[in-house]
């Protein structure tokens, strides 16, 4: 019996994330197919770094917490985040995949499939102590900047060999100065 039921979960949870595949591609193929590169519609500060420290991407976890570690020469910012968050971005930073993909293993999966590069991810801002982020994306001559939780976008970086850059400012208010 127990067993039955552990094959309908596993049986279901594939399902939602087959789910989430087919939405995530219904979604973001004509979001991209109707967005031509252009300054008027994505202000070119959006792919500048100009201001922006690039960033390598570690991670720590305890029992019931994760953190995420961005480090570039002399400064390091530590951020908490959900020990889940932490757990993807370690598996994508060892190239380790599970049994079965998890969000941003599918989300990787739509991006390849639609011919989608991640350009970069950039941590913009904290608002009520949270970081905002956005994901960069290009598909042939058509670019894309997206809200993102920073936690998501490093996922998917690290997975994608993509950049994650800090905006300076925000690194000197928030990291910690190491030299």
């Known amino acids: 019996m ?8 596993v049986f279901y949870k594939a399902l939602s994330i087959i789910a ?35 960033m390598d991407v570690q991670v720590s976890t305890s029992e019931n917490t994760g953190v995420v570690i961005l480090n570039s020469q002399c400064w390091q910012l530590t951020a908490s985040t959900e020990l ?20 941003h293993d599918l989300m990787k999966d739509a991006l390849d499939g639609l011919d989608v590069e991640v ?6 801002d904290i608002q009520n102590n949270t970081f905002i982020g956005r994901l960069v994306l290009k598909q042939g001559d058509k670019i ?5 939780r920073p936690s998501d976008g490093i996922a998917i970086a690290v997975r994608t060999n993509a950049p994650v850059y800090m905006k300076n400012e925000l ?8 030299c």
């Open 2 to 9: 127990a067993k039955a039921k552990r094959d309908s979960l």
């Open 144 to 148: 894309v900047s997206l809200d993102s």
């Open 171 to 178: 690194l000197e208010q928030q990291g910690k100065y190491t």
């Open 84 to 103: 889940t968050q932490v757990e993807s971005i370690a598996n994508g930073l060892e190239g380790k995949f599970n049994f079965r993909p998890n969000s």
């Open 119 to 124: 350009v970069m991810v950039k941590v913009i």
């Open 20 to 54: 989430i595949a087919v939405a995530l591609v219904a979604v973001l193929q004509p979001y991209l197919k109707s967005i031509e590169f252009s300054p008027a519609l994505l202000p070119i500060s959006e792919l500048s770094t100009q201001g922006y420290t690039k």
